[in-house]
């Protein structure tokens, strides 16, 4: 089938459009908001007035880069949720006035899925079952993947995401919001062994972070205490440190998962999946352990609405839609398999 059909996202701080056509996206529209750099973290009402200000010109956009008009369309994709419940409002009342204006079927898409599904945007594609390591500011998953559609979440977070540890770590440490990429980039620099921090002991395949962050700041404020300008003068290191810490601890589950599921098809999604150490530490491991490992392009870890395209593809081909009664939901399970 060569369905055409326009997606928007809109789960959190970035809006954004996309069309798929017979399964390969040919459009991708983001509009970062900058707003909430100076408040050190998203504030959501202003997120919800930046996705109206946005969402008309970034959906135009992403028609007229697919050379797509709106009667062209099979169908309107929206993320459903998780996420923040005033942004997610925007684009599903968007998306439910879009489709019945023109007639056509509504998909309601969630939000981590999509996430995983970007690994089906761009060759190669992992094999089924595979296992996929989800990590974002608000969620960390491990996730088999039995099929597009259908995915079992084996390992979470009992606490903070590791994409909010990265943040919260580099708010203490005096660094801007976004803190995460920042922590990335001095950590290149450092020594990651330069200091070390203790595992959170958590039961089967779940995570905790909570006890890292107070670990980090007790072990700052005695460091401060001996010298004020310690931060300063050792942050490479500080940065190499901790994000060696959170890799560790993440890594660590992932390779008890794959002994434990008998998997070795690897992936990882989430915008902490962008994170440059992760990535070069997972791809190292999967050569140890004969790992087939996919890490999605740059552009498809952070949100975006080409991961809600592909996975409104393979939702249209199963004819599942919604009705216009469909409601935002800011804590969305998964919709397949769940533990």
Same mark, same amino acid.
């Given at each position: 089938?060569?369905?055409?059909?326009?997606?928007?996202?809109?789960?959190?701080?970035?809006?954004?459009?996309?069309?798929?056509?017979?399964?390969?996206?040919?459009?991708?529209?983001?509009?970062?908001?900058?707003?909430?750099?100076?408040?050190?973290?998203?504030?959501?009402?202003?997120?919800?007035?930046?996705?109206?200000?946005?969402?008309?010109?970034?959906?135009?956009?992403?028609?007229?880069?697919?050379?797509?008009?709106?009667?062209?369309?099979?169908?309107? &994709? $929206?993320? #459903?949720?998780?996420?923040?419940? %005033?942004?997610?409002?925007? *684009?599903?009342?968007?998306?439910?006035?879009? +489709? /019945?204006?023109?007639?056509?079927?509504?998909?309601?898409?969630?939000?981590?899925?999509?996430?995983?599904?970007?690994?089906?945007?761009?060759?190669?594609?992992?094999?089924?079952?595979?296992?996929?390591?989800?990590?974002?500011?608000?969620?960390?998953?491990?996730?088999?993947?039995?099929?597009?559609?259908?995915?079992?979440?084996?390992?979470?977070?009992?606490?903070?995401?590791?994409?909010? &540890? $990265?943040? #919260?770590?580099?708010?203490?440490? %005096?660094?801007?919001?976004? *803190?995460?990429?920042?922590?990335?980039?001095? +950590? /290149?620099?450092?020594?990651?062994?330069?200091?070390?921090?203790?595992?959170?002991?958590?039961?089967?395949?779940?995570?905790?972070?909570?006890?890292?962050?107070?670990?980090?700041?007790?072990?700052?404020?005695?460091?401060?205490?001996?010298?004020?300008?310690?931060?300063?003068?050792?942050?490479?290191?500080?940065?190499?440190?901790?994000?060696?810490?959170?890799?560790?601890?993440?890594?660590?589950?992932?390779? #008890?998962?794959?002994?434990?599921?008998?998997?070795?098809?690897?992936?990882?999604?989430?915008?902490?999946?962008?994170?440059?150490?992760?990535?070069?530490?997972?791809?190292?491991?999967?050569?140890?352990?004969?790992?087939?490992?996919?890490?999605?392009?740059?552009?498809?870890?952070?949100?975006?609405?080409?991961?809600?395209?592909?996975?409104?593809?393979?939702?249209?081909?199963?004819?599942?839609?919604?009705?216009?009664?469909?409601?935002?939901?800011?804590?969305?399970?998964?919709?397949?398999?769940?533990?």
């Amino acid at each position: 089938m060569n369905q055409t059909i326009l997606a928007i996202e809109s789960s959190c701080d970035e809006t954004s459009a996309a069309v798929v056509q017979g399964g390969k996206v040919i459009s991708n529209i983001v509009a970062t908001q900058s707003v909430h750099e100076q408040y050190g973290g998203v504030v959501p009402e202003l997120a919800s007035r930046a996705h109206q200000k946005h969402i008309v010109p970034v959906i135009d956009q992403a028609l007229k880069q697919a050379g797509i008009k709106k009667q062209d369309l099979d169908a309107i &994709a $929206f993320t #459903k949720g998780p996420g923040l419940l %005033g942004a997610l409002l925007v *684009g599903s009342s968007f998306a439910k006035s879009m +489709a /019945q204006s023109l007639g056509i079927p509504l998909i309601g898409i969630n939000h981590m899925q999509a996430h995983i599904l970007a690994h089906f945007i761009d060759e190669p594609h992992p094999k089924f079952p595979f296992l996929c390591l989800t990590v974002s500011g608000g969620h960390t998953q491990l996730v088999v993947v039995h099929d597009h559609l259908t995915m079992e979440v084996v390992g979470e977070t009992q606490d903070d995401a590791v994409g909010e &540890a $990265f943040d #919260k770590t580099a708010k203490i440490i %005096g660094l801007p919001y976004p *803190g995460g990429p920042l922590i990335d980039k001095y +950590a /290149q620099e450092g020594n990651p062994l330069a200091y070390e921090f203790p595992d959170v002991s958590t039961t089967g395949l779940n995570f905790s972070f909570s006890g890292i962050k107070t670990a980090f700041l007790n072990f700052l404020r005695k460091e401060v205490q001996k010298d004020p300008d310690f931060i300063k003068n050792n942050l490479p290191d500080i940065c190499a440190s901790i994000q060696h810490t959170l890799i560790r601890i993440l890594l660590k589950k992932l390779k #008890k998962a794959t002994k434990q599921y008998k998997i070795s098809e690897i992936a990882i999604a989430g915008g902490v999946s962008a994170n440059s150490g992760l990535r070069k530490t997972l791809q190292e491991m999967g050569k140890e352990k004969g790992w087939n490992v996919y890490i999605p392009k740059f552009e498809y870890c952070t949100d975006n609405a080409a991961m809600i395209a592909i996975t409104a593809h393979y939702k249209y081909l199963k004819g599942e839609f919604e009705d216009l009664t469909v409601t935002s939901n800011p804590r969305l399970k998964f919709e397949g398999i769940n533990q």
